[in-house]
């Protein structure tokens, strides 16, 4: 079989047209009809290329053997039986859409720490006899306030993962690849983003830390409502923090994930299935903990500590699940 005939058999192989064939490698349609004909033979640097593309090796490519197998026979071939093609276009979408999708799922994230404010400020105001609310009915308003914006901001989550529902593939351990181009995009899109997303974090941070500040200037005074203010502004500028690391991670992990970056590589997403059934099942367990302390004991401008202790050991379970799985890894 000659290069002539490998060319257009590789082609056919991946329902490609000539024309499909010729944009990925940069060259005209009668440039492949002619390789294909045998007119004239691709040079050294489409070879490479053409032996990408195909997944194939460029010693099958280029020797000339009647006996030679199959593609699908080839080493090459057999690590890696069903590898999906990513192709420029598809990545370029996936980060065009991850990048809508970063201020929706901030957003949401923002809302739901923000969800307890007014039960705070209601809760607080009541005890300090203000605004002439009962404790019952500052208890009723604050639920449906928190519940409503819960509301708002569940929608979001569930829109965003029905838009990435296609590249659902990049989160699972399933066998991918990335055209030449598509990679030479991601890389470029990865380097450009670099300063923005040390940016969004060092902002992040900085805004975390001040968080506390409010709550805590105003722990010394006797005013408990003013001290349940500040908590709620406390709360605001945690909430703020939280979105610039959201809206920079949330791009900056799309690239990861279409180049197997951090923690995106094969091994790390199958800790990440395992991280993220125990990270459902413990925040879970929390908001139970959360709700029937809140219900028995009333005391729901007490019972919000919950999630401040669970938010602190969240991470020490996290690197004990990854304790966990390596040492599994290794006795297998």
């Not at 809302?111 to 400020?121: F, G, Q």
């Not at 125990?278 to 219900?295: C, D, I, P």
Request: proline residues 4%; contains cysteine; charged residues 20%.
């Amino acid at each position: 079989m000659t290069l002539a005939d490998k060319i257009q058999q590789q082609r056919k192989m991946k329902g490609w047209s000539q024309e499909e064939l010729a944009d990925k490698t940069g060259v005209s349609r009668q440039a492949v009809s002619k390789w294909e004909s045998g007119q004239s033979v691709p040079d050294l640097e489409k070879i490479l290329l053409l032996s990408d593309l195909f997944s194939v090796t460029t010693d099958y490519l280029l020797k000339d053997e009647q006996s030679e197998k199959a593609p699908a026979e080839s080493p090459r071939e057999e690590e890696m039986p069903s590898c999906r093609r990513v192709t420029l276009r598809e990545a370029q979408d996936y980060l065009a859409l991850r990048k809508k999708a970063s201020w929706r799922i901030a957003l949401a994230t923002l809302l739901c720490i923000l969800s307890p404010s007014v039960l705070l400020l209601l809760s607080a105001a009541s005890e300090a006899s203000l605004w002439g609310i009962s404790d019952n009915l500052a208890g009723a308003i604050g639920l449906v306030s928190l519940f409503l914006v819960v509301l708002t901001a569940v929608p979001l989550y569930i829109y965003c993962g029905f838009q990435s529902a296609p590249y659902e593939f990049l989160d699972k351990s399933e066998p991918f690849d990335l055209d030449p181009d598509a990679k030479r995009e991601v890389l470029s899109y990865q380097e450009g983003y670099r300063s923005r997303y040390v940016k969004g974090n060092i902002l992040g941070t900085c805004i975390c830390i001040l968080a506390p500040i409010p709550f805590l200037a105003a722990s010394f005074t006797e005013n408990a409502f003013l001290t349940m203010a500040m908590l709620v502004v406390a709360l605001l500028i945690a909430g703020l923090g939280v979105f610039c690391f959201i809206l920079v991670g949330v791009r900056n992990a799309a690239a990861q994930k279409l180049l197997k970056q951090g923690d995106y590589t094969l091994k790390e997403k199958k800790k990440s299935g395992i991280k993220e059934t125990v990270g459902f099942m413990y925040w879970g367990v929390l908001t139970a903990v959360y709700l029937l302390w809140s219900f028995l004991s009333g005391a729901w401008h007490l019972t919000w500590i919950v999630y401040a202790v669970g938010g602190v050991l969240f991470p020490v379970l996290m690197a004990v699940c990854n304790l966990l799985v390596d040492r599994n890894e290794k006795n297998k």
